[in-house]
Each structure stands twice: as C-alpha cells, then as structure tokens.
C-alpha cells in the first residue's frame, strides 16, 4: 500500500469511528496528538493496573481499555506513515 493510500484509510476509518477514535483517547487519558510510542506506554500502565490476572474486577473496563487501543493501533499508524513519507 503506498503512502497515499495509508493517509486515505486511516483519515476514512478515523472519520468513519470517530466517535470511537476520540473516546479511544479518553480513555487511554492521551490527547489526541499523542504519538504511537505515547499510547503504547499508556497502554501498558492501564492493562497492568486493570488486568484480570493481578486479581483486578474490572474486567469490563480492560476490555474497553484494550479495545481503545487496538483502535489507536490499526489507524495511528496509517497517518504517521504518511506523514513521515510525505513530500512538501
């Protein structure tokens, strides 16, 4: 997929869940200009805090946690590739 193609689906699936995009940040607690690197690390603070395993019993706030930034995960990357391939 070349670089123009990457900015048009992440922009079309960032406009398409939109209202999942920016919850996804709320949740994560991250402005939306955070960075891929910035959500990983975020993530992996809430996912050991609320994770099942460490005996915690929100499992329904790890799943919205996780869910979050699987979202962040499949579009972030589409804009980063085209912003740092573009030409001006």
């Known amino acids: 997929m070349n670089t123009i193609d990457s900015f048009l689906s992440g922009t079309w699936e960032i406009l398409a869940n939109y209202d999942?995009?920016?919850k996804s940040f709320d949740i994560l607690d991250l402005p939306e200009t955070a960075t891929l690197p910035e959500i990983k690390k975020k993530f992996k603070i809430l996912a050991k805090k609320y994770h099942p395993d460490k005996g915690s019993n929100i499992e329904n706030k790890f799943k919205e946690i996780n869910n979050a930034y699987q979202l962040l995960?499949?579009?972030i990357p589409n804009k980063k590739n085209y912003n740092k391939n573009q030409h001006i």
């Open 20 to 22: 999942e995009y920016k």
């Open 73 to 75: 995960l499949r579009i």
